[in-house]
Nanobody, 115 residues
């Protein structure tokens, strides 16, 4: 059963913007921290940003000031607004929620930043 579904990836030029969306299938996810990870070819998956159930946020240093994470509990959605994109942001982006030690992942959405 698919628990998380991402959308919004694509090809964008350097300096451009994209907005990723993640739909959660289960309302219970609203009680937990949700995050966005990314994995570039040949690299490990890394945490980009996350947001707690009380809307506290964390950002990786590499995206601070450029990316904004938000969530809408009522809609069971998590968003990642990405501005001033750089080629090094190219990766597959995954939505994540950890529920009592169990990780749930979306299928991923490709973001490619290239001229």
């Amino acid at each position: 059963q698919v628990q998380l579904v991402e959308s919004g990836g694509g090809l964008v030029q350097p300096g451009g913007s994209l907005r990723l969306s993640c739909t959660a299938a289960r309302s219970m996810f609203s009680s937990y921290t949700m995050g966005w990870y990314r994995q570039a070819p040949g690299k490990q998956r890394e945490l980009v940003a996350d947001v707690t159930d009380t809307l506290d946020v964390y950002y990786a240093d590499s995206v601070k000031g450029r990316f904004t994470i938000s969530r809408d509990h009522a809609k069971k959605m998590v968003y990642l607004q990405m501005n001033s994109l750089k080629p090094e942001d190219t990766a597959v982006y995954y939505c994540n929620v950890n529920v009592l030690g169990v990780n749930y992942w979306g299928q991923g959405t490709q973001v490619t930043v290239s001229s």
